[in-house]
């Protein structure tokens, strides 16, 4: 639910990680900070830890103007991932515009994965988002770890949902880039829908996808 404010002629739209404890999503941030145009973000700001552990939230901010003027302000977030962290990933994720789901592809980690995912849906509707039209990429992180669930599994057991599925290592930044294009790409194409970016703002998907480096994908 972007709010669009005519007058200051700004667009902000509202980006959230969300995952089980752990799986990476501080990590996620982080590393995508080091990837976007410099002249277009923010800095990061990460708002109470405790053993690295997020208590609040994270917050990356970044902006891009079209060429009619317009400015697009995105915030980027991450949720508590802490099981009793309820009611503060409740708020996170409230008006979300899109949301990378963070999975631990640790092969001990796949109840939690199951329980956050189910958690956010429960979120999504008591917040009153759409779930079934909310972009959505789930992202299988931990790659580089010795005792996980093996790729073909994992894609087995997500080939039936609508959502993108990608495969990340964000602690080398392996995947982390091509998983927050992918939700850039469907937030565009919503937002797109709803306030012409193209038609009437001059900003292709293309232009907006160029404000995160690409990265060579040998997976
Ligand atoms: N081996 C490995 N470790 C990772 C990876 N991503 C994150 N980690 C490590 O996992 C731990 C937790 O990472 P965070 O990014 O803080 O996890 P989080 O999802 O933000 O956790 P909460 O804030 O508690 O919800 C840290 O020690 C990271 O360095 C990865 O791809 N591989
Ligand atoms: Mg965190």
Redesign the pocket.
């Known amino acids: 639910m972007a709010e669009y404010d005519t007058e200051a002629g700004r667009l902000l739209l509202k980006l959230v ?1 969300y ?12 590393r995508l900070h080091d990837l976007l145009r410099p002249d277009l973000k923010g800095s990061i700001m990460t708002l109470e ?1 405790q053993n ?4 609040f939230f ?1 917050l990356l901010p970044f902006g891009i103007h079209c060429p009619s003027g317009l400015l697009i302000k995105f915030k980027l977030f ?5 099981v009793a ?1 309820d009611s503060t990933r409740k708020a996170v994720l409230s008006r979300a515009d899109g949301v990378v789901f ?1 999975a ?2 640790q092969l001990n980690q796949q109840v939690n994965n199951g329980e956050s995912f189910d958690n956010l849906a429960e979120n999504a509707g008591r917040v009153g988002l759409d779930f079934s039209r909310l972009p959505l990429v789930v992202q299988f ?5 010795p005792h996980i669930v093996p790729e073909a599994e994992v894609r087995a057991r997500w080939s039936a949902t609508p959502w993108p599925l990608t495969l ?5 930044g ?1 995947g982390v880039a091509h998983t927050f294009r992918l939700l850039l790409g469907a937030v565009y194409d919503r937002a797109d829908g709803d306030y012409q970016l193209a038609a009437q703002h001059g900003l292709s998907r293309a232009a907006l996808l160029a404000a995160v480096a690409e990265e060579n994908l040998d997976e």
């Open positions: 990680y995952g089980p404890a752990q799986s990476g999503k501080t990590t996620n941030l982080m830890t690295d552990r997020t208590l994270d991450t949720v508590p991932g802490q962290h963070v631990d592809s992180n931990k790659r580089d770890l990340a290592s964000a602690l080398t392996l």
